[in-house]
């Protein structure tokens, strides 16, 4: 890439290797990525350093993390280096089987379970060199696609930032999960025998009630919840071992019929969960970008509402 003119401004090769050095969070990893040596690598490091006016990355144990100045600028040093790149390219020449970049989506452990082995065979023929990270949502809410942390959330979409952009792809249920032989499933499930089992509960923040319960409430009904965990995975492994009763979203049926579990229509009248899609607005014309949107699209809008 071209180089500024010394005094007033940053060499264009170095915020392509700042864009690198904070993908890989790694001296050796990006030097790989690069074709350079690690002491290259490291001398550029150092420039970046100097031109930022701050470490950009720092020692923590083993391992590098970006600084909070680097984490606030990563998401636009991305998008810059791809308009560059997309700009040289042409128009309508970007290849995807050339582009080498990671990224990174946000959403329940189950979607990356359910819909993870079809997306990575996709990157496989279509796009070799995009790498897919899968980030689980946290207890803590943050600003992450505004960050740049993620590029892209799955999942029910609460989000209120304005300059999010939102794209619906499905209307969802909450299904009944149990193992085979659960003495629930045996004759007819009334409102009353669901509300008497054990329940185990799924939140990334604890919380032992949620919509069913209030579901439950307007019948004069309370069910007993025996615990919580984080992840729909880990609760469906607790399931297939005890004679607890947990709930799975329908886009989670993959996963819940490769463990051999059962699922069942809940008998109460829950509000049906927009399964959506989320990203900023600085990736709409980046092509890798679009090719994963295009892929989440086939994959979750393909397989439907699920019926238990």
């Not at 829950?270 to 092509?287: I, N, S, T, V």
Request: charged letters at 25%; glycine letters at 8%; a neutral charge.
């Amino acid at each position: 890439m071209a180089r500024s003119e010394p005094g007033r401004g940053l060499d264009l090769n170095l915020l392509l290797a700042l864009d690198v050095l904070l993908d890989e969070e790694s001296v050796s990893g990006a030097a790989r990525r690069m074709h350079l040596s690690e002491p290259a690598m490291s001398r550029a490091l150092g420039r970046i350093r100097k031109a930022l006016g701050d470490p950009v990355l720092v020692r923590a144990g083993r391992r590098m993390v970006p600084t909070p100045h680097a984490l606030a600028v990563r998401a636009e040093v991305s998008a810059v280096v791809e308009r560059a790149r997309a700009l040289f390219a042409g128009p309508g020449a970007t290849d995807l089987r050339t582009v080498s970049r990671t990224l990174t989506v946000l959403g329940h452990d189950a979607i990356a379970a359910a819909y993870g082995p079809a997306l990575f065979a996709r990157a496989a023929a279509e796009a070799p060199g995009v790498r897919i990270r899968f980030l689980g949502e946290s207890h803590v809410d943050a600003p992450l696609l505004r960050e740049g942390t993620a590029d892209l959330e799955l999942g029910v979409i609460d989000t209120v930032a304005p300059e999010v952009r939102v794209e619906r792809l499905r209307d969802d249920r909450m299904l009944g999960v149990a193992r085979p032989g659960h003495p629930l499933l045996q004759g007819e499930l009334t409102p009353e025998r669901f509300a008497a089992a054990d329940h185990i509960t799924v939140s990334r923040k604890g919380r032992l009630k949620g919509p069913l319960d209030t579901a439950f409430a307007e019948l004069g009904l309370a069910r007993r919840v025996v615990g919580s965990v984080g992840t729909f995975p880990s609760s469906f492994f607790l399931l297939l071992r005890t004679d607890l009763v947990g709930l799975a979203v329908s886009w989670a049926r993959p996963l819940t019929d490769t463990l051999g579990l059962v699922t069942f229509d809940i008998p109460l009248d829950l509000p049906e969960l927009e399964l959506g899609m989320a990203w900023h607005p600085r990736h709409d014309a980046d092509p890798a970008h679009a090719w994963l949107r295009g892929c989440v699209r086939d994959l979750l809008c393909e397989s439907g509402p699920a019926r238990a």
